[in-house]
């Protein structure tokens, strides 16, 4: 499929301190209707764990020999849906010196941030990152290949991938074909659900909801192609954003700056700059062998600041201005009179 552009996001992986705005500006957004309640169109997930839905990157999904595969379906419990607490009775049933805070119903087994902050490997040396994650966008998307409706698309303007759900049926291969498992259903409506990278907020000049909201200046929004904006120096020039599983053939258009993390400790307590406390082999399972370069590229650029020296890229990641992390969507959204 082509488009005549493509829009991107570049997410830095060190500045993400799991937060969680961007979901609750997404949120906030777009899945308040009915049938959405389980729905995070945005997720933000402790790395290494299973994310949501529950063990997502062992399912399956993509591409195999230039045909898209079916993967496993994942269900609405591993999603994790929203659970009740007993609110009333505590806070306004005046039982509050009787009962506590509890899930009301049945007990949940997973939920969107189950595992979070708690990573892997042994104290002093444990780690973990957060790996803010949305549909990516493909410029070669599973989804599309699956659908024998031909109600998913790429938008011709921009590469943005919608649903039509006027002629959706509900059929969700879809959801068995994307390798990332960013594919929702609602059951109320009998349709598939994704993120579309906020495109009515972008055809007004705003950027991304999740992007705007970032208090850590973590998302970089524009088109691939346009050379005087962060997106192609990260991606082209620099080649230190790139893309969460590779492998699966999909060509996201959402990369990540891989995550540094601190120093090792050696045995001895003392501070070890050699070994890395992320493993490279866990990166590049997540990332692909790239990744190592990536952050050759980064170090590199790190130590000429640390020397005095000017570093266009370390200027980039830093983001003095917000504004200028947007490629030209920075409109203020106050400003828009919306449909």
């Known amino acids: 499929m082509t488009s005549k552009r493509q829009m991107s996001m ?33 997720t933000v997930n402790t790395m290494p764990g299973m994310g949501t839905p529950k063990n997502w990157e062992n399912m399956g999904g993509g591409f195999k020999d230039g045909k898209a595969q079916l993967g496993k379906l994942p269900s609405r419990q591993e999603f994790g849906d ?38 892997a490997g042994v104290f002093p040396n444990s780690y973990f990152f957060y790996l803010p994650r949305i549909c990516n966008h493909c410029t070669n998307p599973a989804c599309v290949a699956a659908c024998p409706r031909k ?37 109320e409506k009998g349709v598939s659900q994704k993120c579309i990278f906020c495109f009515p907020r972008l055809e007004q000049g705003v950027s991304n909801a999740c992007a705007r909201q970032c ?10 192609d346009d050379q005087n904006a962060p997106i192609w120096k990260l991606v082209e020039k620099y080649k230190v954003a790139i893309p969460l599983h590779p492998e699966r053939g999909t060509q996201p258009n959402v990369f990540y700056i891989p995550p540094i993390g601190p120093a090792s400790f050696d045995a001895d307590g003392d501070i070890d700059e050699q070994t890395p406390r992320i493993p490279d082999e866990y990166l ?28 266009e890229l370390m200027d980039l990641l830093i983001a003095y201005r917000w504004n200028e992390m947007f490629g030209g969507f ?8 919306w449909a």
């Open 10 to 42: 570049v997410m830095d992986l060190n500045k993400c301190i799991g937060c969680h705005t961007c979901t609750v500006a997404c949120k906030t957004l777009w899945t308040r209707e009915e049938g959405k309640e389980y729905m995070l169109w945005n």
């Open 82 to 119: 929203a659970w009740e607490y007993n609110h009333k009775d505590v806070f306004y049933g005046g039982k509050g010196d009787k009962t506590h805070l509890q899930i009301e119903g049945e007990t949940p087994t997973w939920g969107p941030n189950w595992d979070e902050d708690e990573g």
């Open 151 to 187: 109600a998913i698309e790429k938008r011709e303007e921009d590469g943005i991938v919608v649903i039509n759900e006027d002629r959706c049926r509900g059929y969700r291969f879809c959801m068995e074909a994307c390798p990332y498992k960013k594919i929702y259903f609602n059951m």
């Open 215 to 224: 208090p850590g200046r973590v998302r970089f929004v524009g088109y691939r």
């Open 284 to 311: 590049i399972s997540l990332f692909g062998p790239k990744v190592l370069d990536a952050l050759d590229v980064l170090k590199a650029e790190r130590e000429k600041t640390k020397r005095g020296e000017k570093s």
């Open 330 to 337: 920075d409109k203020n959204p106050a400003t828009i009179e």
